[in-house]
């Protein structure tokens, strides 16, 4: 079973939460326990006054009087009087802290009844009963109805828990919210920037101090952070720029030399490398920040796939592809063609096989929600504790791969493009040799687009 990982919000919830249960749970415990006995005491001394009242009531009044009495009792007022009889069933009271407590003060005030009976309910009906024995030996039962909300301590401790937990579920909800709030924007800046977009300026105006001057000092970091980018990019630019006048001129006066045919062909070689690591670095300065879209992939890795088949079959090579059809995704179409167009190249360069022929394989397909583009060579492969270094910019895999010379920034380039649109670029292994290239990318089915597509 996987371990369930929760995030800053639910373990600040439930922190909270069960700081404020065992708080609130502690303050409405000592709140009862020292409630107990008032209540107790409240209870047994409404009981002990009736029962007080009740037996004046007939002691003063003429015994022909007492049925009447015994009607008026029985019909108005919380407290009533009834004959008792041989036969009535009764309850005792509940055998609990509370009851115990309230029986023991009554009993304690009517010390001169020894016969005296507390029930919980007679013949069904319930209330506090008390048995009450005249001077002329007349017994009754006294009921003292609706005694205060509450005094069933075991129902009370239900209701106070669910107020406990309501409190504590707002209440831990509400500073969890606050508390992470701060962080949910700290995240989202943090993201926009890795996908090489502007982010929104946190508030600098807002908050406690310590959390304004948090964000100040990040947005100073965003704003360096990006203006190093941009420089970066435009001394780039500049360099590789500036490097193509010299090479062209070698490369005319190497056109007009008269060295020998081996010689020249070396030479421009090396002109050539030369060439493909500035364009390499043009394409890695280049801004990436371009709005995706939704993009039918399926057409644009065929018709991209077809002219690399072509090309690839110029060199007296092999490029097989098999694009499922109706893949769409949003991303910038002409990334798309970026990325995977090095991808070809590094497996036309770097990839041959064994008789040093060219041989790739690309697919894309569905799987589980993504979209895969594999691109294959059959070629000499990369080991797997190699791959984290040669994802890095100006990286090379080792000779026994690479054994054309490059500037190294060839996945570095794809992993840039892919990064905006939240996609991935994998390394594996090709069974039984080679390098597999993976790119996954969100799957978007739209049926309506599907079907304009089709039309």
């Known amino acids: 079973m996987s371990r369930l990982r929760l995030g800053v919000f639910g373990r600040a919830f439930l922190t909270l939460f069960a700081l404020l249960v065992v708080s609130l749970s502690a303050f409405v415990f000592a709140f009862l326990f020292a409630q107990l006995e008032p209540r107790a005491t409240q209870i047994a001394e409404r009981a002990i006054t009736a029962y007080h009242i009740t037996q004046r009531a007939f002691r003063f009044a003429p015994l022909e009087t007492h049925p009447a009495l ?20 009764y309850k005792s009271l509940p055998d609990d802290t509370f009851w115990n407590l309230v029986s023991s003060k009554i009993r304690g005030a009517l010390l001169h009844d020894p016969d005296l009976i507390i029930a919980s309910s007679v013949n069904n009906v319930e209330g506090i009963w008390l048995s009450l024995r005249t001077l002329n030996n007349q017994e009754y039962w006294l009921m003292i109805r609706n005694p205060p909300i509450f005094t069933d301590i075991k129902s009370e401790w239900i209701y106070w828990s669910l107020i406990i937990l ?22 989202q800046t943090v993201h926009t920037l890795s996908r090489g977009e502007k982010p929104v300026p946190l508030p600098e105006d807002s908050g406690p101090q310590e959390l304004r001057t948090l964000f100040r000092d990040i947005n100073t970091m965003v704003s360096d952070r990006l203006q190093l980018d941009s420089d970066r990019q435009v001394m780039l630019a500049g360099i590789s720029h500036d490097l193509r006048t010299p090479l062209a ?8 030399s008269n060295l020998p045919e081996e010689s020249m062909q070396a030479i421009d070689q090396d002109l050539e490398q030369v060439n493909h690591c500035i364009n390499q670095i043009l394409e890695y300065s280049r801004p990436t920040a371009e709005k995706a ?7 644009t890795l065929e018709n991209l796939c077809r002219l690399e088949a072509a090309y690839t079959a110029e060199l007296n090579g092999k490029l097989r592809y098999h694009i499922e059809n109706n893949l769409f995704a949003r991303i910038v179409e002409g990334n798309l063609k970026r990325v995977v167009g090095n991808l070809i190249e590094n497996a036309r360069r770097y990839g041959k096989n064994e008789n040093e022929q060219i041989e790739i ?33 100006f990286s090379r895999g080792e000779e026994a791969r690479t054994g054309v010379s490059g500037s190294g920034l060839g996945l570095a380039i794809c992993e840039r493009l892919l990064k905006p649109v939240g996609a991935r670029l994998k390394l594996l292994p090709n069974k039984p040799k080679g390098l597999l290239c993976r790119i996954e990318i969100s799957l978007y089915d739209n049926k309506n687009i599907q079907l304009d597509e089709k039309v």
Not at 70 to 89: F, R, V
Not at 293 to 299: A, D, G, P, R, Y
């Open 293 to 299: 879209s939704l993009i039918n992939i399926s057409t």
């Open 70 to 89: 015994i009607l008026e009792l029985a019909s108005i007022g919380d407290t009533q009087a009834y004959p008792k009889e041989s036969g009535d069933n």
């Open 361 to 393: 394989d690309i697919k894309a397909y569905r799987h589980h929600g993504n979209i895969y583009i594999d691109v294959s060579d059959y070629g000499k492969g990369v080991k797997e504790e190699d791959i984290p270094r040669i994802m890095r910019p």
């Open 249 to 256: 001129r070698m490369r005319l006066e190497l056109e007009m």
């Open 166 to 187: 309501a409190l504590s579920v707002l209440g831990s909800s509400i500073a969890a919210f606050l508390a992470n709030k701060p962080l949910g924007q700290l995240s």
